[in-house]
């Protein structure tokens, strides 16, 4: 098993920058595939980004492509979302989820361990 948390949250001004980190405990990181998932207040949990294993390969929902990147540091078990021109659709609680299963997609259904989130709040 592996445990995650996720910290870097907070509250940021529309334009502004913030990094989140997943840092994962338990077996061998580097088994694992890690994504990003997000829920706004009153909506469904939506995919973010994902990464593989070996951090070679990257996944992102279209909202945020272009503006959010995610990273592994697999010595330091850890995995980060740097997110750039936030805005204030882009608050909600921020998870982060693993599988050792090799998928590195968007269905959360395919996740088997999750952290407890960090909220994100971008003031307009």
């Known amino acids: 098993q592996v445990q995650l948390v996720e910290s870097g949250g907070g509250l940021v001004q529309a334009g502004g920058s913030l990094r989140l980190s997943c840092a994962a405990s338990?077996?061998?990181?580097?088994?694992?595939?890690v994504g990003w998932f997000r829920q706004a207040p009153g909506n469904k949990r939506e995919f973010v980004a994902a990464?593989?294993?070996?951090?070679?390969?990257?996944l992102y929902a279209d909202s945020v492509k272009g503006r959010f990147t995610i990273s592994r540091d697999n010595a330091q078990n850890t995995v980060y979302l740097q997110m750039n021109s936030l805005k204030p659709e882009d608050t909600a609680v921020y998870y982060c989820?693993?599988?050792?299963?090799?998928?590195?997609?968007?269905?959360?259904?395919?996740?088997?361990?999750w952290g407890k989130g960090t909220q994100v709040t971008v003031a307009s």
């Open positions: 990464v593989y294993r070996s951090g070679g390969s990257t």
């Open positions: 338990g077996r061998t990181f580097s088994d694992y595939q």
């Open positions: 989820a693993a599988n050792a299963a090799g998928y590195s997609g968007p269905y959360e259904k395919f996740y088997d361990y």
